[in-house]
Protein backbone atom coordinates (compact mmCIF):
# COMPACT_ATOMS: atom_id res chain seq x y z
CA UNK A 1 0.00 0.00 0.00
CA UNK A 2 1.31 2.88 -0.97
CA UNK A 3 2.04 5.90 2.02
CA UNK A 4 2.94 9.44 2.40
CA UNK A 5 3.19 10.34 5.85
CA UNK A 6 4.45 14.48 6.61
CA UNK A 7 5.75 15.64 10.00
CA UNK A 8 8.01 18.76 11.34
CA UNK A 9 4.80 21.14 10.92
CA UNK A 10 4.47 23.17 14.10
CA UNK A 11 4.16 27.09 15.09
CA UNK A 12 7.05 29.44 14.70
CA UNK A 13 7.37 33.43 14.34
CA UNK A 14 7.96 35.48 11.53
CA UNK A 15 11.08 34.96 9.97
CA UNK A 16 11.71 31.28 11.64
CA UNK A 17 12.65 28.07 10.16
CA UNK A 18 11.12 24.78 9.70
CA UNK A 19 11.66 21.88 8.13
CA UNK A 20 8.58 19.34 6.46
CA UNK A 21 9.50 15.31 6.03
CA UNK A 22 7.89 13.17 3.70
CA UNK A 23 8.40 9.44 4.77
CA UNK A 24 7.03 7.33 1.67
CA UNK A 25 6.53 3.43 1.81
CA UNK A 26 5.00 1.18 -0.44
CA UNK A 27 6.49 1.76 -3.94
CA UNK A 28 9.80 2.24 -5.34
CA UNK A 29 10.47 6.03 -3.95
CA UNK A 30 13.21 6.59 -6.16
CA UNK A 31 11.04 6.07 -9.52
CA UNK A 32 8.66 8.76 -8.83
CA UNK A 33 9.08 12.62 -9.38
CA UNK A 34 7.47 14.11 -6.05
CA UNK A 35 5.71 17.76 -5.10
CA UNK A 36 4.38 19.54 -2.39
CA UNK A 37 1.36 21.48 -2.06
CA UNK A 38 -0.21 23.84 0.60
CA UNK A 39 -3.28 24.69 1.48
CA UNK A 40 -4.07 28.11 3.67
CA UNK A 41 -6.80 28.09 6.00
CA UNK A 42 -10.35 28.07 4.07
CA UNK A 43 -8.58 28.50 1.12
CA UNK A 44 -7.78 26.50 -2.32
CA UNK A 45 -4.84 24.77 -3.47
CA UNK A 46 -1.52 26.02 -4.10
CA UNK A 47 1.62 24.30 -5.88
CA UNK A 48 4.68 25.00 -3.92
CA UNK A 49 7.55 22.69 -5.36
CA UNK A 50 8.95 19.59 -7.59
CA UNK A 51 11.72 17.47 -7.85
CA UNK A 52 12.47 14.89 -10.07
CA UNK A 53 13.32 11.08 -9.57
CA UNK A 54 16.80 12.25 -8.98
CA UNK A 55 16.73 15.36 -7.78
CA UNK A 56 18.55 17.18 -10.03
CA UNK A 57 15.70 18.98 -11.49
CA UNK A 58 13.34 21.09 -9.34
CA UNK A 59 10.94 23.69 -9.42
CA UNK A 60 9.36 26.66 -7.00
CA UNK A 61 6.76 28.80 -7.38
CA UNK A 62 7.40 32.57 -7.25
CA UNK A 63 5.77 32.67 -3.33
CA UNK A 64 8.49 30.70 -2.17
CA UNK A 65 11.46 30.83 -4.16
CA UNK A 66 14.26 32.04 -2.66
CA UNK A 67 13.34 30.94 1.06
CA UNK A 68 12.55 26.87 0.65
CA UNK A 69 14.36 24.18 -0.57
CA UNK A 70 12.97 21.32 -1.38
CA UNK A 71 15.22 17.46 -1.41
CA UNK A 72 15.02 14.19 -1.15
CA UNK A 73 16.77 11.18 0.27
CA UNK A 74 16.07 8.33 -2.09
CA UNK A 75 18.18 5.80 -0.09
CA UNK A 76 15.72 7.05 2.79
CA UNK A 77 12.74 7.15 0.76
CA UNK A 78 12.19 10.56 2.67
CA UNK A 79 11.19 14.08 0.71
CA UNK A 80 12.00 16.96 2.47
CA UNK A 81 11.21 21.09 2.04
CA UNK A 82 12.71 23.38 4.53
CA UNK A 83 11.23 26.45 4.94
CA UNK A 84 13.77 29.80 5.71
CA UNK A 85 12.37 33.28 6.18
CA UNK A 86 8.56 32.36 7.28
CA UNK A 87 6.06 34.78 6.46
CA UNK A 88 2.23 35.04 8.16
CA UNK A 89 1.17 33.92 4.31
CA UNK A 90 3.26 31.06 4.79
CA UNK A 91 0.66 29.68 7.22
CA UNK A 92 -1.13 26.52 5.37
CA UNK A 93 -1.26 22.48 5.69
CA UNK A 94 1.66 21.28 3.35
CA UNK A 95 0.79 18.36 1.70
CA UNK A 96 3.49 15.77 0.01
CA UNK A 97 2.27 14.21 -3.17
CA UNK A 98 3.44 11.64 -5.78
CA UNK A 99 3.48 12.13 -9.39
CA UNK A 100 1.75 10.27 -11.93
CA UNK A 101 0.75 9.06 -15.10
CA UNK A 102 0.47 12.52 -17.60
CA UNK A 103 1.72 15.08 -14.91
CA UNK A 104 -1.54 13.85 -12.66
CA UNK A 105 -0.94 13.60 -8.49
CA UNK A 106 -1.92 10.28 -7.61
CA UNK A 107 -1.12 9.83 -3.79
CA UNK A 108 -1.40 12.17 -0.81
CA UNK A 109 0.52 12.56 2.31
CA UNK A 110 -2.46 13.69 5.11
CA UNK A 111 -0.90 17.08 5.66
CA UNK A 112 1.21 18.77 8.49
CA UNK A 113 0.09 21.70 9.55
CA UNK A 114 2.67 24.75 9.80
CA UNK A 115 1.69 28.53 11.52
CA UNK A 116 3.49 31.33 11.32
CA UNK A 117 2.16 33.62 14.06
CA UNK A 118 4.18 36.45 16.47
CA UNK B 1 -1.38 29.13 -17.55
CA UNK B 2 -4.45 30.85 -15.68
CA UNK B 3 -7.00 27.94 -15.04
CA UNK B 4 -10.79 29.30 -14.66
CA UNK B 5 -13.19 26.93 -12.91
CA UNK B 6 -16.75 27.36 -12.57
CA UNK B 7 -19.23 27.87 -11.03
CA UNK B 8 -17.69 28.42 -7.20
CA UNK B 9 -20.09 26.30 -5.74
CA UNK B 10 -23.34 25.40 -6.42
CA UNK B 11 -26.13 23.21 -4.27
CA UNK B 12 -27.67 19.82 -5.40
CA UNK B 13 -29.65 17.14 -4.51
CA UNK B 14 -29.16 13.60 -4.47
CA UNK B 15 -29.42 11.81 -7.93
CA UNK B 16 -28.96 15.14 -9.77
CA UNK B 17 -26.41 15.14 -12.32
CA UNK B 18 -23.53 17.93 -11.79
CA UNK B 19 -21.06 19.58 -14.10
CA UNK B 20 -18.34 21.67 -13.21
CA UNK B 21 -16.35 23.31 -16.37
CA UNK B 22 -12.48 24.52 -16.01
CA UNK B 23 -11.41 26.49 -18.86
CA UNK B 24 -7.46 27.33 -19.44
CA UNK B 25 -6.29 30.62 -20.30
CA UNK B 26 -4.06 28.63 -23.76
CA UNK B 27 -4.46 25.27 -25.08
CA UNK B 28 -3.17 22.58 -22.90
CA UNK B 29 -4.07 19.95 -25.24
CA UNK B 30 -5.55 16.77 -22.23
CA UNK B 31 -3.07 17.89 -19.34
CA UNK B 32 -6.01 18.45 -17.32
CA UNK B 33 -6.80 16.61 -14.04
CA UNK B 34 -9.65 16.93 -11.38
CA UNK B 35 -9.62 15.87 -7.59
CA UNK B 36 -12.07 15.79 -4.66
CA UNK B 37 -11.44 16.85 -1.54
CA UNK B 38 -13.12 16.86 1.40
CA UNK B 39 -12.91 18.65 4.90
CA UNK B 40 -9.86 18.01 6.67
CA UNK B 41 -8.89 15.29 4.16
CA UNK B 42 -6.17 15.87 1.21
CA UNK B 43 -7.35 16.31 -1.92
CA UNK B 44 -8.04 12.69 -4.48
CA UNK B 45 -7.41 12.09 -7.59
CA UNK B 46 -10.74 11.48 -9.36
CA UNK B 47 -9.98 12.20 -13.36
CA UNK B 48 -6.13 12.37 -15.22
CA UNK B 49 -5.98 13.68 -18.64
CA UNK B 50 -9.00 15.23 -18.98
CA UNK B 51 -10.95 11.93 -19.11
CA UNK B 52 -9.31 8.74 -17.77
CA UNK B 53 -11.04 7.56 -14.72
CA UNK B 54 -8.40 7.01 -11.69
CA UNK B 55 -8.81 3.45 -10.30
CA UNK B 56 -11.07 2.98 -8.03
CA UNK B 57 -13.45 6.03 -8.49
CA UNK B 58 -16.72 5.33 -9.25
CA UNK B 59 -17.72 5.32 -13.20
CA UNK B 60 -20.44 7.99 -12.06
CA UNK B 61 -17.43 10.59 -12.65
CA UNK B 62 -16.55 11.48 -16.12
CA UNK B 63 -14.18 14.16 -17.37
CA UNK B 64 -14.32 15.63 -20.99
CA UNK B 65 -12.84 18.09 -23.18
CA UNK B 66 -9.04 19.04 -24.74
CA UNK B 67 -7.59 22.30 -25.37
CA UNK B 68 -9.04 25.34 -23.06
CA UNK B 69 -12.38 23.46 -22.04
CA UNK B 70 -13.10 21.07 -19.80
CA UNK B 71 -15.54 19.07 -17.92
CA UNK B 72 -16.31 17.01 -14.89
CA UNK B 73 -19.47 14.93 -14.41
CA UNK B 74 -21.07 13.73 -11.93
CA UNK B 75 -24.09 11.57 -13.47
CA UNK B 76 -26.23 10.82 -10.09
CA UNK B 77 -24.80 12.67 -7.33
CA UNK B 78 -24.53 10.52 -4.09
CA UNK B 79 -24.33 11.84 -0.51
CA UNK B 80 -20.29 10.95 -0.13
CA UNK B 81 -19.68 13.26 -3.36
CA UNK B 82 -20.41 16.43 -1.48
CA UNK B 83 -17.35 17.72 -1.28
CA UNK B 84 -14.88 20.76 -3.14
CA UNK B 85 -13.95 19.78 -6.80
CA UNK B 86 -10.49 21.33 -8.05
CA UNK B 87 -9.00 21.29 -11.71
CA UNK B 88 -5.37 21.51 -12.24
CA UNK B 89 -3.09 21.21 -15.52
CA UNK B 90 0.66 21.22 -14.18
CA UNK B 91 1.72 23.36 -11.22
CA UNK B 92 -2.12 25.50 -11.80
CA UNK B 93 -5.35 24.68 -9.86
CA UNK B 94 -8.60 25.99 -10.55
CA UNK B 95 -10.17 27.95 -7.49
CA UNK B 96 -12.01 25.20 -6.03
CA UNK B 97 -15.99 24.12 -6.60
CA UNK B 98 -17.92 23.29 -3.53
CA UNK B 99 -20.62 21.09 -4.07
CA UNK B 100 -23.63 21.68 -1.10
CA UNK B 101 -26.27 20.00 -0.04
CA UNK B 102 -29.96 21.51 -1.85
Known amino acids: EVQLVESGGGSVQPGGSLRLSCAASGFTFSSYEMIWVRQAPGKGLEWVSYINSFGSIIFYADSVKGRFTISRDNAKNSLYLQMNSLRAEDTAVYYC???????????WGQGTLVTVSS | IHMTQSPSSLSASVGDRVTITCRASQSISNFLNWYQQKPGKAPKLLIY???SLQDGVPSRFSGSGSGTDFTLTISSLQPEDFATYYC?????FGQGTKVEIK
Open chain 2, 49 to 51: AAS
Open chain 1, 97 to 107: AREATLLSWDY
Open chain 2, 88 to 92: QQRWT
